[in-house]
């Protein structure tokens, strides 16, 4: 390496071909460190870009969901898909009430990462994290997304009304409809809606540029320390074909 720093920079270029080369090797190997390093961090860094699918969690079974999900009694062309306090890590910690929707049987649940089903941080997790995540290629996807209270609201116990209007609220949670950035111009609709003595926050989404599709549906409510939101995604493929399909799912969805 002194050998390299030494030598002028005009005498390696007008050097033998000899010494060039010699040189090239030594300036080479004192960047071998710094390579090293640099493919170690992209090594770690490209499982959570591309949501770590490969770290299984939990009582996901990648099979299609009417092979074990009872037919939905108010719909029986769709299954229910009701969460049991031991599905998720939220729910066996008691962060998360259980839900509901229904689903159509052919499709699939997925495995979701460690690292985004908030096992590592129960009962006091700081970011959103995902429960549950279903797919049928041809329809579309549906995940549920649960984010600490205290990530928009310093209220205990707040219902999503005193959050604030449904603007406010997908502002907040917007990205995590998306997978990546949220713009107020991809919002087409909202609607407030009661079941019992629950309400919530219905979103329609056109997002064009988000990574999960460039069609997202969204139903939000907030119970506990918790807001726990329902996000149906599509291609614009899957929506011209499957809209009604995704629309029913997203209604069905109740804590």
């Known amino acids: 390496m002194a050998t390299a720093s030494l030598m002028p920079t005009l005498n390696i ?3 033998s071909p000899s010494v060039r ?8 190997s004192s960047q071998q460190p710094r390579r090293r390093d640099l493919l170690l961090k992209t090594a770690v860094a490209i499982p959570a870009i591309l949501n770590l699918k490969e770290a299984p969690i939990s009582e996901a079974r990648e099979v299609e969901v009417g092979s074990f ?9 769709f299954v229910l898909f009701k969460a049991k306090p031991s599905d998720t890590p939220a729910l066996r910690a008691g962060n998360v009430q259980p839900y509901q929707f229904v689903l159509p049987p052919n499709w699939k649940q997925l495995r979701i990462a460690n690292i985004l089903s908030g096992n590592y941080c129960q009962p006091k997790c700081a970011e959103p994290w995902i429960e549950v995540k279903f797919e ?11 984010s600490p209270l205290i990530r928009l609201t310093n209220k205990p116990n707040a219902t999503i009304e005193d959050i604030g209007e449904p603007e406010r609220v997908i502002a907040s949670l917007g990205p995590f409809v998306t997978g990546n950035s ?3 111009d991809e919002l087409v609709d909202t609607s407030i809606e009661k079941i019992g003595d629950q309400t919530y926050y219905k979103y329609v989404l056109e ?7 460039s069609h997202n549906l969204a139903k939000a409510t907030a119970k506990g320390n918790t807001v726990v939101l329902l996000v149906v995604s599509a291609t614009e493929k899957q929506w011209q074909s499957s809209q009604k399909t995704l629309q029913a799912i997203l209604d069905s969805f109740q804590l």
Do not use: H, W
């Open 21 to 28: 080369t010699r040189a090239s090797v030594i300036v080479a």
């Open 207 to 213: 997002t064009p540029f988000a990574l999960t599709g």
């Open 13 to 15: 270029f007008n050097a």
């Open 136 to 146: 049928n290629e041809k329809q579309g996807k549906v995940q549920v997304v649960a």
């Open 182 to 184: 949220y713009d107020s």
């Open 69 to 77: 999900l009872p037919p939905s009694e108010s719909d029986p062309s």
